[in-house]
């Protein structure tokens, strides 16, 4: 690709910088939230989205946050599809995004829904702190990551003068 053509679909990317920023984010919510579903909620059974009522509005609520998580991931996927058409993917950005949406809602998991909510637990009947600590530092460390590339494609952004 010549280099007239690179800085034409770098421009596009730019001016796209919001929606390849949105698109990667909703795709880290909905995947981390998807794996979380199928991994802890159907597979190993150690919680479902909501625990203080029965088992039936356990699996209800699970139906809910998995309809929300393949939503997420699958309207993020046409927003890609469209910035692609346009020229304008900023695959940096995008794993920023993606980083960031997965860590964040981790993060908010671990922290709000588990700990402040009490809504569920990532596992009962064991010592927590361990189960705790994991999810939530790794949810910190792709948050932390995703904002460094977040920050490290605003340079680029404020560099060519569009906002």
Known sequence: MDTKASSSI??????YSRRNLLSGF??????????DEMVFHQLLHWHH?????T???GLV???IFHA??????VGSL?????LRRRGAWWLKRWVGGLLAGGGLFNLYDGLIQHKVMGIHQIRYGVDLLLYDLTWNISA???????????????KTIRRKGVS
């Open 26 to 35: 909703l795709f880290g919510l909905g995947l981390v939230a998807f794996i």
């Open 140 to 154: 910190a460390v792709l948050l932390i990551a995703g904002l460094i590339l977040i920050f490290q494609t605003n």
């Open 10 to 15: 770098d421009n596009q990317a730019v001016i």
């Open 78 to 82: 046409f927003m890609v599809a469209d």
């Open 68 to 73: 929300f998580s393949w939503l997420a991931t």
């Open 49 to 53: 989205f909501y625990d203080l009522s």
């Open 55 to 57: 088992t039936s509005a």
């Open 61 to 63: 609520s699970d139906g």
